[in-house]
């Protein structure tokens, strides 16, 4: 072989290096764009829509309620609003949410990542036990109950 087409071999070899290279890089930054859009859309979740007078707001998650005492006046109108933090994904409860208080008659189930209210007038002051029994472990699960304090 003539010197010529050892150096075309090796311009060849170098060439398809740099395409393979090339190729990686892109795949890499595609699996990272992907990544990074999942991880914001994860993290940065978009503030439930304002509502107009008492509103309660309370998220639920796998680990838990985020308030686990509620606050509120006998003989006014009052407005709970429940958002699953979790999504579809999830095994136990498909991603789904509950918060039931039975003494009330109430019983909200928010879809994943989603939200769902109710709006009652609660007449006798007292405290009582709310839960969320879909998923978590249920009412065995002392971060998946709280407290609904009506004061006079």
Known sequence: ?????RQEMAQ???RARHMRSIGYGAVVLGVL?????????AFFKPAPEPMAGNVV???ADMSGFDMPEIL???GVPV??????LDNAHHTDGGGKHQWAVDELGLNIIAPPEGSQYTTFTPTTPGSYGFYCDICCGGRANPTMQGTLIVDA
């Open 1 to 5: 072989m003539t010197k010529k087409p």
């Open 12 to 14: 060849r070899r170098r």
């Open 33 to 41: 764009t992907v990544a990074g859009a999942l991880l914001v859309s």
């Open 57 to 59: 707001d309370i998220t």
């Open 72 to 74: 509120v006046k006998a």
């Open 79 to 84: 407005t709970v609003r429940l958002t699953s």
